[in-house]
């Protein structure tokens, strides 16, 4: 049987190492803030509650925890982590469960494993500690187990040398019923080095009380936490590292997989190939037998099967690019959808627009969007033929089929079938450049 589940997601430290006038939570890894990777997982793990702590000086964390549907709990002063998830309980008096503590800073954290901490407090244990071994311990708690049994966690300041040889240590993720955590919290002090409420002492505290508790380990790849810059840059390689890698393995062709760039949520399918040098924003996902050619920049994008984009295309949030569609060099689309089979070659603009099939848009097409105030459509038929250089001044409909002379400036509808000509019509002035040379070489010699 499943328990309800609820998560405390800890945000109320002061991340002075990052550097930064912005939270460090907010900072983003794989195109989307760290908080908000740590949010999805609780919601992955069917949390139906998920409780953010933040400080005082974390506005900006509030603001976004609220956004992505948090309820929030007020810690200040910062007095260890276990006074953090004590000032979680208000906000959980109406719940009654398992509940599990995770860090705002430590984005990677799997759904596979924190389903494995659930599930070991379904299967009975009381307490469970999410453990991992680092390739350097330094200041992690360090887990006492003995016979399969987790019997205390010691942090590292608090730490004989003896305790500090242990290599097994704490992730930081602990997982209890709300009962048991918050009865343990009651009784937790803070007589340590840092003069903290420490969370770990709920372990020994609830082995006190007869309580079971146990270790459930993870890669440290996992349980990789962000403290500064570096480490942001770190967390940033090894996810683009780990996309890469699924992405070969599921069937898609990298060229380059070394300067591909994905976000969390890039949805590629087997038989897509991937030039050199693109980089993916949130929101794409690419249809089998497309290409990205090198040098392209997406998000917000879908491509269609088959479909041609690039080299050095840019889409940006709203384009849909049908099966067999093009975009070619220097075309940018933005609020875009382009029916099956229709192109855009060549050094485009093409936003808020709805492009039927078949059409053919000339290079340099811009649509006039934009009045300085506000935003207009523009529609353009099947089988549409746009001249190169044409300007397109939105509102405005290109019927099934028409043509535009290029270079027209298109401020009315065109019908249907019609033809457009949108420019002043020629003058040829004959024999004008000769004499015009002549007269202007006679001046120079002159000189
Ligand atoms: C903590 C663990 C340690 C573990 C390590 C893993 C404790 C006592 N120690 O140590 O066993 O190995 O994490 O990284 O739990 N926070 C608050 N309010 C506070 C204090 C902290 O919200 O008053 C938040 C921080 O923003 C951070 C997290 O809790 O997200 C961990 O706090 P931190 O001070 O980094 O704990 P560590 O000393 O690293
Ligand atoms: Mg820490």
């Known amino acids: 049987m499943t328990t309800p589940r609820a998560a405390v997601i800890l945000a109320a430290g002061k991340s002075t190492r990052m550097k930064s006038s912005r939270s460090k939570v907010l900072h983003h890894v794989g195109g989307r803030s760290m908080l908000s990777w740590v949010a999805d997982l609780a919601r992955s793990a069917g949390a139906d509650k998920i409780v953010c702590v933040v400080g005082e000086g974390n506005a900006d964390v509030r603001a976004a925890a609220e956004e992505l549907g948090l309820e929030i709990a007020l810690q ?4 260890g982590t276990g006074h953090a998830v004590k000032c979680a309980q208000g906000a959980l008096s109406g719940f009654k469960g398992n509940m599990a503590v995770l860090y705002a800073d430590t984005p990677f954290v799997s759904h596979k494993t924190l389903e494995r901490v659930f599930k070991s407090l379904d299967n009975g244990t009381d307490v469970t500690v999410l453990g991992f071994e680092p390739e350097e311990p330094g200041f992690y708690g360090r887990l006492i187990t003995e016979g399969g049994e987790l019997t205390a966690i010691v942090e590292a300041r608090d730490a004989s040398n003896e305790i500090l040889d242990i290599g097994l240590c704490n992730s930081g993720v602990i997982a209890a019923s709300t009962q048991d955590m918050f ?6 002090g803070n007589d340590n080095v840092k003069g903290e ?3 770990t002492d709920i372990v020994e505290i609830l082995r006190g009380d007869d309580k079971t508790a146990r270790v459930i380990t993870a890669d440290e790849s996992e349980v990789l936490g962000v403290n500064s810059r570096l480490d942001l840059a770190t967390a940033e390689v090894a996810f683009q590292m780990g996309m890469r890698q699924a992405m070969l393995t599921k069937g898609v062709t990298l060229r380059d997989p070394d300067t591909t760039y994905f976000s969390w949520d890039t949805a590629i399918s087997a038989d897509a190939e991937i030039g050199a040098n693109v980089v993916f924003g949130p929101g794409v996902s690419i249809a089998k037998d497309a290409v990205i050619h090198p040098f392209c920049h997406l998000e917000g994008a879908k491509i269609g ?3 041609q984009i690039g080299p050095f295309a840019r889409l940006r949030p709203g384009t849909e690019m ?6 070619g ?3 940018e689309t933005k609020k875009a ?11 485009s603009y093409i936003g808020d627009a709805e492009v039927g099939e078949g059409a053919n848009i000339g290079a340099g097409t811009i649509t006039c969007n934009y009045d300085g ?8 038929g099947d089988g549409a033929f746009v001249g190169t250089n044409s300007s397109l001044v939105a509102p405005v409909k290109i019927g099934k089929g028409a043509y535009l002379g290029s270079g027209g400036v298109i401020t009315k509808d065109v019908p249907e079938g019609a033809l457009a000509v949108a420019r002043s019509e020629q003058v040829n002035k004959e024999g004008w450049a000769d004499r015009y040379n002549t007269a202007q070489k006679k001046r120079k010699a002159k000189k």
Do not use: M
């Open 322 to 327: 049908a099966a067999g569609t093009k975009a």
């Open 76 to 79: 200040e002063p910062q007095l």
């Open 183 to 188: 009865s343990a919290l009651e009784r937790v």
């Open 337 to 347: 959808k382009i029916g099956k089979g229709s192109k855009i070659n060549h050094l």
């Open 197 to 199: 409420y420490y969370l």
């Open 329 to 331: 060099n220097f075309v």
């Open 305 to 307: 099967e088959g479909a």
């Open 373 to 380: 105030y506000f935003k207009h459509k523009t529609e353009i």
